[in-house]
């Protein structure tokens, strides 16, 4: 299990030149943005504009602060995420184009080479104990407040990246806002 810190975290452009994100984890660890097999990220959009295409990648979007966003996706009614919205997947050649709803937002990204692996993601605010199914790589971020993953505790903007496990037990209170991905390797 590995606990990350925001000084584990890299920094870099968007692909298409709009803003900087934030990479908290990629596989495999050298990967660049068009080779990695899945990737975490958290980006600050300040302005409205088109999402960076990723053809070939499985996306998973939340919205973790500020007010949200109005996205436009060819051929579907344009939707509005918001902090409590449920978790928005896509598949990344989708043409999106994102307006900012009363300001800045900070998002949290998914992105999965769909040839090699799968995921989900999921938005927990919990007030004790639960036990999670594993899977071939597990990553929970807290957002707000603290949790323990089985004996790794981790406060805001920390991360846990477990690998292959089964099960894991998770400890928060209700002020905690986390978000749990699993992803699994295509057999």
């Known amino acids: 299990m590995k606990k990350l810190r925001e000084a584990d975290y890299q920094s870099m452009p968007w692909k298409n030149g709009g803003g ?8 495999p660890s050298s990967a660049g943005i068009d080779d990695f ?16 295409p990723f053809p070939g990648v499985d996306r ?11 996205l436009r996706m060819a051929g579907s009614v344009p939707v509005q995420i ?16 994102a307006t ?24 927990l605010q919990l007030d004790g104990s639960v036990m999670l199914d594993g899977a071939d790589e597990v990553f929970l971020y807290c957002a707000h407040g603290q949790a323990c993953i089985g004996e790794t505790s981790i406060a805001a903007h920390e991360a846990v990246q477990t690998g292959p496990c089964r099960q894991l037990q998770l400890r928060s209170d209700a002020s905690s806002l986390l978000y749990l991905v699993r992803l699994h390797r295509r057999k």
């Open 100 to 123: 900012l709803v009363d300001g800045p937002v900070t998002d949290f990204n998914v992105m999965s080479r769909r040839t090699a692996w799968t995921h989900s993601m999921e938005r």
């Open 20 to 27: 900087v994100t934030t990479q908290l984890a990629v596989f």
């Open 60 to 70: 998973s979007l939340a919205v973790v602060d500020g007010t949200g966003l109005h």
């Open 37 to 52: 097999a899945w990737r975490i990220s958290m980006a600050q959009v300040s302005t409205s504009g088109a999402f960076s």
């Open 82 to 97: 918001d902090r409590t919205s449920p978790v928005m997947a896509f598949a990344g050649e989708t043409p999106i184009d």
